[in-house]
């Protein structure tokens, strides 16, 4: 004798599958079999209701409550920019504290980006020994990957190889 009323179709549009135990959504109030019960397996529209991190401000490190159905960073910004209590001198900080060592160059990074041959700090566009002129030969530090000749067979002439002249940017002094 079979059980026509026992369990219920999983409500994955892809599934479909027939569970004689299904699992109800908490989110959704849906049923889904064992494979597509969490949120992320069937892609739960309402996620985000039963999302329970606290996000903590960035400048402060106090956590920063967040109501039910607000946007984390929204609140956040809005709790940056009035009610923080930044510890005294963090008012005047600058994110962008590392400034390029190349010679003529202006930009600043917030993280230190730092040459392996001569250790100088350089911004994204000139980290490569090539892009700098390094003191320290200005070879890289590996040559994993390269061969001794381009493509035509002509051989490496330094820094200005066929390589480096296919890779650098063209930045104006």
């Known amino acids: 004798m079979e059980f026509p009323d026992l369990g219920k179709h999983c409500?994955?549009?892809?599934?479909?599958?027939?569970?004689?135990?299904?699992?109800?959504?908490?989110?959704?109030k849906q049923d889904f079999c064992k494979d597509h019960f969490?949120?992320?397996?069937h892609k739960c529209p309402l996620a985000f209701t039963k999302d329970v991190r606290v996000p903590v401000c960035p400048l402060c490190n106090s956590p920063v409550p967040v109501k039910k159905g607000e946007i984390p960073d929204v609140v956040v910004g809005a709790h940056m920019d009035g009610e923080c209590r930044r510890p005294p001198g963090q008012e005047t900080?600058?994110?962008?504290?590392?400034?390029?060592?190349?010679?003529?160059?202006r930009r600043?990074?917030?993280?230190?980006?730092?040459?392996?041959e001569c250790r100088g700090s350089f911004c994204l566009q000139?980290?490569?020994?090539?892009?700098h002129g390094c003191?320290?030969?200005?070879?890289?530090?590996?040559?994993?990957?390269?061969?001794d000749s381009?493509?035509?067979g002509a051989s490496r002439e330094g820094p200005g190889s066929w390589l480096a002249r296919r890779f650098r940017f063209k930045v104006k002094p």
Not at 11 to 28: H, I, N, R
Request: charged share 25%.
């Open 150 to 152: 381009g493509p035509s």
């Open 126 to 131: 000139h980290r490569h020994p090539l892009d």
């Open 93 to 105: 900080a600058k994110v962008f504290t590392f400034r390029c060592s190349r010679e003529g160059c």
């Open 108 to 116: 600043r990074e917030m993280l230190r980006v730092a040459c392996e």
């Open 11 to 28: 409500s994955e549009k892809t599934c479909k599958q027939l569970d004689f135990l299904p699992l109800k959504c908490d989110a959704c």
């Open 135 to 147: 003191a320290r030969g200005g070879h890289p530090a590996s040559s994993a990957g390269c061969s």
């Open 38 to 41: 969490t949120y992320a397996a």
